[in-house]
C-alpha cells in the first residue's frame, strides 16, 4: 500500500506553534504516514517584502521538527531555484517520491487557490487538505467549487487551527516582547541569537 505524505509548504519566517499543529492535526486525522515541511525559495505573493534567508528559515523548521520523529524538512525549493509555484514542487516530488501526496493548506488560501499557477496540475498531482482558521466558514462550499472547476480534490479536517501568524509573531520580536510562547522550543532562542526581525 502506498505511504501517504503529508506537505506543507510555507514561507516559514518564522516557523511558528500553529505551523506545526496543523501538520500533527492533519497527520492524525488523515493517518499520514509522514510530513514534509517546504520552505518557499523565492514566495511567489511575497516578493516585496524581504525575508530572512532561505537557510535561516530552514534551521528554524530543523530545530522546530526536531521533536517529530515523522516529520522532516526538504530544501526541494531550493534546489528547483528560482520562484518558488506548488505546481512545479509537486511534480518533483511526485518523481522523487514514492507514496500519495496531499498538500496541507490553511483555510485563507483555499480561497485564493485558483489564483495560485497552475491548478489543473496540482490537482492531478496531489489531494489538498484545507485546516479551517478559527471562526471562518464556507470551506465545504469553496471545496465543492474547486471540484467541478479544476477537478481539485479538497478535503475539509474536522479540526480548526490556532489563530497564530508569522506576521503577528515578527511584530512582538520588532517592538521587544516575548514571543517563546508562539514558537516550537529553540525557535526563539535561534531568533534572538541571530537577530532576526529586530
Not at 88 to 100: N, P, V, Y
Not at 116 to 140: D, F, M, Q, S, Y
Request: hydrophobic share 35%; glycine share 10%.
Amino acid at each position: 500500500m502506498d505511504k501517504k505524505i503529508g506537505l506543507l509548504g510555507g514561507t516559514f519566517d518564522p516557523i511558528h506553534n500553529g505551523h506545526i499543529l496543523m501538520a500533527v492535526q492533519v497527520s492524525n486525522e488523515y493517518h499520514l504516514d509522514s510530513c514534509l515541511f517546504l520552505p518557499a525559495f523565492i514566495p511567489p505573493h511575497k516578493r516585496e517584502r524581504n525575508i530572512s534567508s532561505f537557510e535561516h528559515r530552514t534551521d528554524m523548521c530543523e530545530i522546530a521538527l526536531s521533536a517529530h520523529s515523522n516529520f522532516s524538512v526538504s530544501g526541494i525549493e531550493k534546489e528547483l531555484g528560482g520562484v518558488s509555484y506548488t505546481y512545479l514542487t509537486l511534480s518533483a516530488l511526485k518523481r522523487e517520491l514514492k507514496g500519495e501526496l496531499y498538500y496541507i493548506i490553511g483555510g485563507d488560501s483555499l480561497f485564493e487557490l485558483h489564483l495560485w499557477r497552475n491548478p489543473e496540475e496540482i490537482a492531478r498531482l496531489a489531494k489538498i487538505i484545507c485546516v479551517p482558521r478559527p471562526g471562518t466558514e464556507g470551506h465545504l462550499t469553496r471545496a465543492g467549487e474547486l471540484k467541478k472547476e479544476y477537478n481539485l480534490e479538497v478535503l475539509i479536517s474536522s479540526r480548526e487551527g490556532k489563530n497564530i501568524s508569522s506576521t503577528a509573531v515578527r511584530e512582538i520580536i520588532q517592538s521587544g516582547g516575548d514571543a517563546s510562547g508562539l514558537l516550537p522550543e529553540g525557535v526563539f532562542e535561534y531568533v534572538r541569537q541571530h537577530r532576526l526581525y529586530q
